[in-house]
C-alpha cells in the first residue's frame, strides 16, 4: 500500500527521478500543453514519449499507479493525436511514437495493461494511418512494431487484431503488402509476423486467411520467387569467368530464404493454408519451371515446344490461378538452365519435407514416362494419384504372398518396370543372381524424360559441373523425410522383396537396386582415380555417399559381384594415382597425414553444400576464387598430390563401408599406442639423457630426455618406484627441430611442432626450448639421437604409406623398428626367458627401453601394434604385384581371419628364425646408414606376460645380449595386432 | 497540476452482455454527456471519476468497461480480480441480457474470490419504456432476483440520466460501509481498495488496523 503514497509525494519524494510517477506527471503535463507539433516542440516531444515509454515500462514492474495515471489521463489518445498531425516535422516525431509503442508492447508484461493498450481499436488505427513509407526511418520502425505486435498474438489478443463482424484484419492485410520490399529487413518481417499470424489457432481467423488472402498473398510470393530465380538464372549464366560471386551468392541465400520460409508455414500443418500453398508452388513454379527445365535436353527438341503449351497451360489453369497474374505466364515461358534446376531442385528436396509437395515431385521426375508427359502436365498429377491406387492395390496382392500374384504384377505392371530400369540380384544366403537385363534399362530410361535428363547430367567425360548437381538432387530426394520409400525404392534405394517359396514356408529376401544409376556412380568414381580428370573431389564424395545408399539395405551390401570387381578396381587405381605422387619428400607425409586429418573432420554435408553459390558456376582450378579445394579443380602439382591422397581415402573408405568393415590401418599414427602426459614409464635400463630444460621466459627444469621409436619424453623420476618416470611433456619426433648452440656446445635448441590434428588449428609449436646438457659428449648423442629419430620415424611413416600403397619396392619388408618388435627373430630365444619376466620387461633386453606402467590395462595397443598391423599390407606386395588385390582385400577382412591363418603358419617349420642381431636384408637396402645404430625403443608391456601356450597371439618379450641391437618387445594383447610377428615372419621369409 | 484529492480509491467493473448500454451508462457518469451513437467496445476502456459518500469521505472510482462480446470473455476476465464492485448491467427491452445476469454474477464472484464483491443490479435504458418502448424485463422481476442475491436494483436512463448516478453511489457507499466494518481491508497487490492521503493528518485508520493483522500472522 505504500507504493500509494507516491499519487501525493510529489512534495517529499524525488522529482528528480526518473523512474516515477511524477516524472510522468510532468510529462503529462508537457504533452497537453504541447499537443500541435511544431518545429520547435517536436524534440521536447520527441524526448517526452522516450521517457514516457521508460517510465510505463518501470511501473508496469514496480509501481502500479504508473500505468493507473496513464489509464486516467487516457495518454494514449496523445500519442494518436500526435500521429495523425500532418504539420512539420510530424514523420520526426512518428518515428519516435513507433518506437515508443514498440517498446511498449515489446515490454509490458501485465497483461491487464497490455490489453488496455490494445482496446478500442487504437491500434488498428495506428496500423492502417497512412505514414510516410518512404521515409526510411518510418518503415523501419512501423514494420517492426507490427512484429513486435504479431508477437503478442494468441488465441486471446486475436480478437483485437481480427474482427470477425467486419471481416478485417489490418495488422495481416497491411503487412503483406510490403512482402515484396526491397529491403530485406521489411520482408523478413512480413514473414515473422505471418508466420506468427498462422499460428493462432483461431478458426475463422484461419478461414479469413484462407478465403481472403491466401491465393493472392501465395501466387505473388511464388511469382516472386519464379522472377528471382530468372535472375539468378541470368546470373549463372552471363558469369562464366566467377566475377559476380557476391551477387550470386546474394541470389542464392535469397532463394533458400524463400524455401524456408514457404516450409515454415507447410510446418505449421494448417491443412487449408497448406493445401492452397502446395497448390500453388507445384503449378506455378516447381513444375513450370524448375521440373520444365529438366525437359531442356539437346535431343528432345521437337518435343519442347508441345511441353511448353501443356505447361503453361497448367499455370493457367483457372482452378488453380484464379489470381494468378498474366505476369506468372511471363515467367513460365521462360526456362532456367539445367545446371540451375537441378541446383534449385536439390535446395527444395533438402529443405521442404511437406509430404504431399515433395511425393508428387519425386514421382514427376522419377516415374513421369513420355505419353504422360505428352499428355500435359495437368495430367501428371492425375497420373500420380492413379499410380498411388494402384500400388496400394498390388501391394495387397503381394500381401497375399502368392507367386502368381508377383507375376502378375509384373506383366500388368510392365510398363511400370519399364519406367525405370532395374537389375535384380537375387540374394539367397550366399548366392547371388543378375535376374534382369540391365540393357533393358538402358533402353526405358529414355522414356523418362525427366529422369533421363538427371541421369545425363552424371556424366562427367567433359567435366563434372552438373553431374554435381544430378547427384545431390537424388541424394536430396532419396533422404528426405517426405517423400515415402515406395517412391524411392528400386531407384534411389535397394528394393527388397520377400519371396515365398510355393514348396516351403521359408521366405527369401530378394533385394534389387539400379544398376543403371550405380554403374553412373561406377563411372564417376572410376574417372575419379584417373590422372588428370575433371571430376571434383566434392562430386567424388557425394556419389560415394549415393553409392551406399544406393546399394545398402538393410546394414548390408546388396553389391552384385562384378559390381565389385569395378569398385576394386576403382581401388586399385586410386593407388596407382597416388603413387605417382608417393615420394620420399617430407612434404608428402605431412600432406597424407594432413589430409586425413581434414577428412576426419566431417564426411560432406549436401544441405551445406547446396548453399553454396560457389559451386554453380562452372567448375575452375583457380584457388584465387577463394572456391573451397574440394569444390575446384586441383591447380598445381601439390594440389594433385592432395587430390590423389584424397581420392584414395575416399575409395578406401567406401570399401571398408561396404564390407562392413572399420578402419585400423589410418591415421598413421595410433593415438592411443602412444606415451600420454603424465604417465609412469618403467625406464629401467633405458638410454635417459639429462638435460635441463630452459624456457624462452627463462623458467628451468631439470628433466631426463627419452627417445622412443616415435615420440621424445621428457621426464622426471617417479617418486614412487625406483628406475621409473613419469612422462611430463611429449613430442613427436617427426615434428622436432634441433639446432645445436654455437656458443655453447653443451646446449641444443629444440622445437616441437603441434601434431596436424582435425581439431585444432593452433600452429605454436609445443615446445620452444634451449636443452643444456651435463657435456658436449651428451648434447652430441642426443642430437644425433633426435635427428635420427626425426627420420626414421619419417621414415617409418613414409613405409606404412608405401605398404597401403602396395608400392612393391617399398613395401615388403618391415622397416628396423618394427623388424626389430618382429617376432619371428625372438619368438625362440624368448621363450625361456619369459617365466622371470614377471615384471614388465625384458632385463636383458638393449637399452632404451622404456614401459608405460599399465600393468592393470592388458588392452592398451601399444603403438607398434598398429605399425605392425599394417605389416600385413606390406606382405603381399612383396609376393608379387599380381596378388595385390587379393592382399587389399585381405587387408580388409576380419582380423580373426587373418589371425588364424597366421597362427597356423606360426608353426611353420620352414619360416627363419633370424638372429635377432641380424639386420634385415632390406634395411640395408634402403636407408643403409641408419641400420647400424638403431634407436632405442620403449616397449610398452601392456600386461604380465601369457605364457604362449596359453595364446599363440601373444607374442613374447625377447631379449638379446647384443647391446647394439635393438629387439622390441611386444606383448599384444589387443586382438588387432594378434597375428603381427607373424606376419613380420613372412615378410623376412619372402625376402 | 494538482491531483484531486481523496481518501479511497475503489475500481469497479462493468459487466453485462453487449449493446445494453454499459458505455453509454459509464459515459453520462463520468462525462455526463449521452452519446447518440456510440461503437462496440474493443476489449476494454477505463474512466474515473471522484464521488463523496455520506460522512464526506471522498473516494476516487476507477471504472473498467468491459466489451459485452463472447469473443473479448477471456480478456475481460483478467480485469474481475482487481474489482471490488461490480455493476451487473441488462437491458429493460431486452430479455435476453437479463436472463444472462446470473451467469455474469457468477463468473465475476469467482474471479474476484476471495474477495466478495459489491454488486449492483443496474437495469439500461428506461428511457425507451418511457417512449412507448417495450418492457421485456419487469420491474418486481427484477429486484426481487435482486433480492434473492442481496444485489442493489436500480433502472436508469444514460439519455436523460435517470438513476445514473445512483448506481454507482450505492456501490461506492456499501463498499465504503464494509471498509468501515472491517469487511474490507486495503491489501498489498490487489487493486480493489487503495487509500488515498487526502490530508496532511489523514493517516488512516484502516492502514493502521490492517497493519497489526498481518503482523500477527506472520
Known sequence: ?991 | MVEPIFDYQFRLILIGDSTVGKSSLLKYFTDGKFAEVSDPTVGVDFFARLIEVKDGTRIKLQLWDTAGQERFRSITKSYYRNSVGALLVYDICNRTSFDNIPLWMSEAKRHIEPHRPVFCLVGCKLDLVNNGGKREVSKEEAKAFADQHSLFHVETSAKNGLNVEEAFRCVTQEVFNRIQSGEYKVEDGWDGIKTGFSRPSGLNFNLVEAEPAKLSCC
Open chain 1, 1 to 991: 500500500m505504500f507504493r500509494s503514497r507516491s499519487w501525493f509525494g510529489g512534495g517529499w519524494g524525488r522529482p528528480k527521478n526518473l523512474h516515477s510517477l511524477e516524472h510522468l506527471k510532468y510529462l503529462y503535463n508537457v504533452l497537453s500543453r504541447n499537443q500541435t507539433v511544431s518545429e520547435h516542440n517536436r524534440s521536447l516531444l520527441v524526448e517526452s514519449l522516450r521517457s514516457i515509454a521508460e517510465i510505463l515500462i518501470w511501473g508496469d514492474q514496480n509501481d502500479s499507479s504508473v500505468f493507473d495515471f496513464f489509464l486516467e489521463k487516457n495518454m494514449l489518445s496523445f500519442f494518436l493525436r500526435i500521429m495523425r498531425q500532418r504539420s512539420g516535422g510530424s514523420s520526426f516525431v512518428c518515428v519516435q511514437l513507433l518506437q515508443t509503442l514498440n517498446i511498449l508492447f515489446e515490454n509490458i508484461r501485465n497483461e491487464t495493461s497490455l490489453y488496455y493498450l490494445l482496446s478500442n481499436n487504437h491500434v488498428n488505427s495506428i496500423i492502417v494511418h497512412k505514414f510516410d513509407f518512404s521515409d526510411e526511418e518510418v518503415m523501419a520502425y512501423y514494420i517492426s512494431f507490427l512484429k513486435t505486435l504479431s508477437l503478442k498474438l494468441n488465441a486471446h489478443t486475436i480478437h483485437f487484431f481480427y474482427n470477425e463482424h467486419t471481416n478485417d484484419f489490418p495488422l495481416y492485410t497491411e503487412a503483406i503488402k510490403f512482402f515484396n520490399h526491397p529491403e530485406s529487413m521489411v520482408r523478413i518481417a512480413v514473414r515473422t509476423l505471418t508466420l506468427n499470424v498462422y499460428k493462432v489457432e483461431d478458426t475463422s481467423m484461419l478461414a479469413f486467411i484462407r478465403d481472403r488472402t491466401a491465393a493472392p498473398y501465395f501466387s505473388n510470393i511464388v511469382w516472386f520467387i519464379g522472377k528471382h530465380i530468372q535472375e539468378l538464372d541470368t546470373c549463372v549464366r552471363n558469369d562464366a569467368d566467377h566475377q559476380s560471386q557476391n551477387r550470386l551468392s546474394d541470389l542464392v541465400a535469397e532463394h533458400l530464404d524463400h524455401l524456408h520460409y514457404l516450409n515454415d508455414i507447410l510446418c505449421l500443418n494448417i491443412t487449408d493454408l497448406n493445401h492452397v500453398l502446395t497448390d500453388h508452388l507445384l503449378h506455378k513454379l516447381l513444375i513450370p519451371l524448375y521440373i520444365y527445365s529438366l525437359s531442356s535436353n539437346r535431343r528432345r527438341m521437337s518435343n519442347n515446344d508441345l511441353v511448353a503449351q501443356s505447361l503453361s497451360k497448367v499455370s493457367l489453369t483457372p482452378k488453380t490461378s484464379q489470381n494468378s497474374s498474366p505476369k506468372m505466364h511471363d515467367v513460365t515461358n521462360g526456362k532456367v538452365s539445367c545446371v540451375v534446376a537441378l541446383f534449385l531442385l536439390s535446395q527444395v528436396f533438402l529443405i521442404l519435407s511437406h509430404s504431399p509437395l515433395v511425393q508428387t515431385l519425386a514421382w514427376i521426375i522419377l516415374k513421369t514416362d513420355k505419353t504422360v508427359f505428352e499428355n500435359g502436365v495437368d495430367k501428371l498429377h492425375d497420373f500420380f494419384e492413379y499410380e498411388k491406387q494402384r500400388e496400394r492395390q498390388s501391394s495387397e496382392e503381394e500381401a497375399s504372398g502368392s507367386v502368381s500374384s508377383e507375376k502378375d504384377k509384373d506383366s500388368s505392371c510392365s510398363k511400370e518396370n519399364l519406367l525405370y530400369e532395374q537389375a535384380n540380384i537375387n540374394i539367397t544366403d550366399e548366392e547371388k543372381q543378375r535376374l534382369v537385363d540391365p540393357m533393358e534399362g538402358m533402353g526405358s530410361v529414355k522414356n523418362h524424360p525427366f529422369l533421363e535428363t538427371v541421369y545425363e547430367a552424371l556424366d562427367c567425360t567433359e567435366n563434372d559441373y552438373a553431374a554435381l548437381f544430378g547427384l545431390s538432387l537424388l541424394y536430396a530426394m532419396s533422404s528426405n523425410r517426405g517423400v515415402t520409400s515406395d517412391i524411392t525404392e528400386q531407384v534411389l534405394r535397394p528394393k527388397k522383396s520377400f519371396i515365398s517359396k510355393s514348396s516351403t514356408t521359408s521366405k527369401d529376401v530378394k533385394y534389387t537396386y539400379n544398376t543403371f544409376l550405380v554403374e553412373k556412380m561406377l563411372q564417376i568414381i572410376i574417372f575419379s582415380c584417373q590422372p588428370s580428370c575433371r571430376v571434383r573431389l566434392v562430386t567424388l564424395e557425394l556419389a560415394l555417399k549415393l553409392f551406399i545408399q544406393l546399394t545398402v539395405c538393410d546394414g548390408k551390401t546388396v553389391l552384385s559381384e562384378s559390381h565389385r570387381h569395378t569398385i576394386e578396381t576403382a581401388r586399385v587405381q586410386s593407388m596407382a594415382l597416388l603413387r605417382n605422387f608417393y615420394k620420399s619428400e617430407e612434404i608428402f607425409l605431412d600432406m597424407f597425414e594432413h589430409e586425413y586429418c581434414d577428412m576426419l573432420k566431417g564426411s560432406l554435408n549436401v544441405e551445406w553444400l547446396c548453399m553454396d553459390s560457389a559451386i554453380l558456376l562452372p567448375p575452375t582450378g583457380t584457388p584465387m576464387t577463394g572456391i573451397d579445394f574440394t569444390k575446384r579443380l586441383p591447380c598445381g602439382e601439390v594440389e594433385r598430390a592432395r587430390r590423389a591422397i584424397r581420392v584414395y581415402f575416399l575409395v578406401r573408405n567406401l570399401v571398408l563401408t561396404l564390407n562392413g568393415e572399420v578402419e585400423t590401418q589410418l591415421p598413421l599414427t595410433n593415438p592411443q599406442s602412444c606415451v600420454q602426459i603424465d604417465q609412469a614409464l618403467d625406464l629401467n635400463n633405458s638410454d635417459l639423457i639429462a638435460c635441463t630444460v630452459v624456457y624462452k621466459d627463462g623458467t628451468k627444469m631439470r628433466r631426463f630426455l627419452v627417445i622412443d621409436i616415435l615420440q621424445l619424453i621428457l621426464v622426471e623420476p617417479d617418486t614412487k618406484r625406483l628406475g621409473w618416470g613419469v612422462s611430463k611433456l611429449v613430442g613427436f619426433l617427426q615434428d622436432i627441430e634441433v639446432a645445436g648452440d654455437k656458443d655453447d656446445s653443451r646446449c641444443l635448441h629444440i622445437t616441437i611442432h603441434r601434431p596436424i590434428s582435425g581439431a585444432s588449428t593452433n600452429r605454436v609449436p609445443l615446445l620452444n626450448a634451449k636443452f643444456v646438457f651435463d657435456d658436449n659428449i651428451r648434447c652430441m648423442a642426443a642430437k644425433q639421437r633426435l635427428t635420427k629419430g626425426r627420420i626414421k620415424a619419417r621414415q617409418k611413416k613414409m613405409q606404412h604409406i608405401a605398404r597401403l600403397l602396395e608400392i612393391p619396392g617399398q613395401s615388403g619388408p618391415p622397416s628396423p623398428a618394427f623388424a626389430g618388435q618382429g617376432g619371428p627373430y625372438t619368438r625362440s630365444s624368448v621363450r625361456p626367458t619369459r617365466v622371470e619376466n614377471r615384471a614388465l620387461f625384458n632385463i636383458n633386453r638393449g637399452p632404451g627401453f622404456a614401459a608405460p606402467r599399465r600393468d592393470s590395462s592388458p588392452g592398451v595397443i601399444h603403438r607398434a601394434d598398429e605399425s605392425i598391423r599394417r605389416h600385413r599390407d606390406g606382405e603381399s606386395p612383396s609376393r608379387g604385384a599380381n596378388l595385390k588385390i587379393e592382399n587389399g582385400r585381405r587387408d580388409a577382412r576380419s582380423r580373426d581371419n587373418s589371425s588364424s591363418r597366421v597362427r597356423s603358419r606360426e608353426g611353420s617349420p620352414r619360416m627363419p628364425r633370424p638372429r635377432s642381431e641380424e639386420i634385415p636384408l632390406e634395411l640395408i637396402k634402403k636407408a643403409p646408414h641408419s641400420i647400424i645404430d638403431m634407436a632405442p625403443k620403449i616397449t610398452i608391456i601392456p600386461r604380465p606376460q601369457t605364457p604362449r601356450v596359453i595364446s599363440s597371439e601373444t607374442e613374447p618379450s625377447t631379449s638379446n645380449e647384443h647391446p647394439k641391437e635393438v629387439i622390441k618387445t611386444e606383448i599384444s594383447v589387443s586382438e588387432e595386432t594378434s597375428f603381427i610377428a607373424e606376419e613380420n615372419g613372412e615378410d623376412d621369409e619372402n625376402l
